[in-house]
């Protein structure tokens, strides 16, 4: 990685205060959600207008948590799930209790394999917890 591309991408990771990370964090889980409910959509050939007519919002509103605009919230995903006749399955760790490898490869992210997929996460701190 050239030294111009660490600077970026270090400045891209500096956040001000923690409500900044905080923010960061949200959009990001948002993100993945919405990465996921636009996978089920393909899944069932459904598109958002579809979808928003089968859980009762606007398309617009869809589009929006597409695009992420907007972040997912709990009433969505309860409508998905109910609607839609699917489950979320979420899964909170404790950092602390993880076996992981150590490594200094990415500042403040942690990856976590799962089904040969990995998913990076903010960690405090400047290590990576690959698992």
Known sequence: MSSKNKKDWDSLLAFE???EKIDFISETLSGIIA???EQLLQDRKM?????????GTSPSYITQ?????KLVNMKLLAKIMYFLGVSIDLTITDPEKLECIITDVKENWKSSGKNK???WEMMPGNDIKAC
Not at 47 to 55: E, G, P, Q, V
């Open 47 to 55: 598109s958002k207008k579809d979808l928003a007519h089968k859980i």
């Open 17 to 19: 205060n923690e409500e």
């Open 65 to 69: 948590i597409m695009t992420g605009d």
């Open 35 to 37: 990465h996921k409910i």
């Open 117 to 119: 997929e990995q998913i």
